[in-house]
């Protein structure tokens, strides 16, 4: 029982001292481990675990000699330089970037237009067919379409742009009524 009560008038002890040194260096040691950091809150840490450290060693602390304001102050720069060291043997933090890589896109819708395209293609009359494969498909200019189908240039021109007008109606009717709407 006798233990009991001197180790804890051996804490309140510690603790008394602990908040003596806070009182008297605090903001000193404070100003110090700011200038070493640039971070207040940084700071703050350091200041919290150099007195956790003088807690943990209050016997140490009491029965040296020296100035205690030294000690403190070594210990909190030693902890600044280790933080330092630490984060300098780890790999640099990589900010994961807002925007997110772009996924694969499905190619299905791809497919379905594709085959839309087709079907509406198929649609069109002979004549109006030929003009956009040879035009569109095949890449020829309009004279070298009107010599391949023996048509005059003229006339390429007037298909092409039935062909392409006709289109875009059959195209506009398909997705009206994909979608349930009216055309």
């Known amino acids: 029982m006798a233990r009991l009560f001197a180790r804890d008038r051996a804490t309140s002890r510690d603790e008394a001292l602990v908040r003596s040194l806070y009182e008297e260096h605090g903001r000193a040691l404070l100003a110090y481990a700011t200038r070493l950091t640039g971070d207040r809150a940084a700071a703050e840490d350091v200041v919290q675990e150099t007195l956790v450290r003088a807690w943990r060693h209050a ?35 990589v900010a994961e970037s807002p925007v997110s890589t772009a996924v694969a896109g499905d190619h299905a819708q791809r497919v379905v ?51 392409l007008q006709a289109l875009r109606t059959a195209m506009t009717g398909r997705r009206a009524k994909l979608e349930g709407t009216p055309a």
């Open 113 to 163: 237009d594709s085959m839309s395209v087709l079907a509406a293609i198929e649609g069109l009359s002979e004549d109006h067919r030929k003009v956009l494969v040879e035009i569109y498909f095949r890449d020829r200019s309009v004279a070298e379409t009107a010599q391949e189908l023996g048509i005059a240039p003229g006339t390429v021109k007037s298909r092409s742009h039935y062909a």
């Open 59 to 93: 016997d140490k602390l009491l029965s040296r000699e020296g100035s205690v304001r030294a000690w403190l102050f070594t210990v909190a720069r030693n902890l600044v330089v280790d933080k330092i060291r630490a984060k300098a043997a780890r790999p640099a933090e």
